[in-house]
């Protein structure tokens, strides 16, 4: 099983609705949890850490579900330059463990 | 000008070559991370460094060789990769804390790497 599972998508969405991305993780002993996202051909950047009492920053709101190992994401009111992979990451003491990434297409 | 800036861009060598890729942060980090990006599969961990100390190597082949002689410099010593060591490679920085716990990751741009 690997440490870190998302689904691949892509998800094709038009601009102005709203999508939600799932993550699960192995390891019930992960302490901290992240989204990133990467844009083509650059380098993956943080969007926001995720809490387990769930925080929202903007159009995004993150949850935690650590009984069953779950992360969400959830975009609203999607916009073009939202077009990204979004990366779930999940860490214990030092290392910090990627998904291999949700692509996420927002078309007008 | 970013924080975490990586030299070369882009590589392509033979088999037999050996090469090094280089990392420089300047956010005043005490942790460095090297991170393999294959497509279509999840960043790879490679090495931490924490406090210029290597504090974890994801059993990777010694044909990769890290070095860090300071917080701010990373390198990764490459000799006689494989065609299927092509790739992006990614460099880290974060502010880790006392417990060792990693903190965010600033990302620099990555050295995609082509083995012939």
């Known amino acids: 099983r690997k440490e870190v599972e998302q689904d691949p998508g892509p998800f094709n969405v038009p601009e102005g609705a709203t999508v939600a991305f799932n993550c699960t993780y192995s390891?019930?002993?992960?302490?901290?949890f992240f989204w990133y996202r990467q844009d083509c051909r650059k380098e993956p950047k943080l969007l926001m850490s995720?809490?387990?009492s769930g925080n929202e920053d903007g159009r995004f709101t993150a949850q935690l579900n650590r009984a069953s190992q779950y992360i969400s994401l959830l975009i609203r009111d999607s916009k073009l330059s939202d077009s990204a992979t979004y990366l779930c990451v999940v860490s214990y003491g030092n290392k910090l463990v990627f998904g291999a990434g949700t692509i996420l297409r927002v078309k007008s | 000008e970013t924080g975490v800036t990586q030299t070369p861009r882009h590589l392509v060598m033979g088999m037999t070559n050996k090469k090094s890729l280089k990392c420089e942060q300047h956010l005043g980090h005490n942790a460095m991370y090297w991170y393999k990006q294959s497509a279509k599969k999840p960043l790879e961990l490679m090495f931490v460094?924490?406090?210029?100390?290597?504090?974890e190597n994801n059993s990777v082949p010694s044909r990769f060789s890290p070095e860090c002689p300071n917080s701010s410099h990373l390198f990764l010593h490459l000799h006689t990769l494989q065609p299927e060591d092509s790739a992006l490679y990614l460099c880290?920085?974060?502010?880790?804390?006392?417990?060792?716990?990693?903190?965010?990751?600033?990302f620099g741009e990555g050295s995609r790497l082509t083995v012939l």
């Open positions: 995720v809490y387990s």
């Open positions: 880290a920085s974060s502010q880790a804390s006392l417990q060792g716990s990693a903190g965010e990751l600033f």
């Open positions: 460094y924490n406090f210029k100390e290597q504090t």
């Open positions: 390891n019930s002993a992960s302490q901290s």
